[in-house]
């Protein structure tokens, strides 16, 4: 069956870290991104990395967290440090899904919540 489960997520103060992961079943991940939604908020793009390991990230998390792949594990991460109130959010990893080396889909997690407390 093909799934994506994010896991990870918690409670933090703020200045702390967490890595959140995500790991797909039932396909390879081709490319994956981390989207975040707030209360009240519309969900807004994080970070994404491409099947060759190139990177990109809002410029709100820009040099405090870390988008990376584990091709062995199938699993896809995202290192949060210095986290902010700000970055209280449930976070979702979307992951995509090719065939005869074209995408097809995109996947998407249950998604996790972070809450950063001060």
């Known amino acids: 069956q093909v799934q994506v489960a994010e896991s990870g997520g918690g409670l933090v103060q703020a200045g702390g870290s967490l890595r959140l992961s995500c790991t797909a079943s039932?396909?390879?991940?081709?490319?994956a991104g981390w989207y975040r939604q707030a209360p009240g908020n519309r969900r807004e793009w994080v970070a994404s990395?491409?099947?060759?390991?190139?990177?990109n990230y809002d410029d709100s998390v820009k040099g405090r967290f870390t988008i990376s792949g584990d091709n062995a594990k199938n699993t896809v991460y995202l290192q949060m440090n210095s986290l902010e109130r700000e970055d209280t959010a449930v976070y979702y990893c979307?992951?995509?899904?090719?065939?005869?080396?074209?995408?097809?889909?995109?996947?998407w997690g249950q998604g996790t919540q972070v809450t950063v407390s001060s």
């Open positions: 039932g396909f390879r991940i081709t490319g």
């Open positions: 979307k992951a995509g899904r090719s065939r005869l080396g074209r995408p097809i889909e995109d996947v």
């Open positions: 990395i491409t099947s060759g390991g190139a990177t």
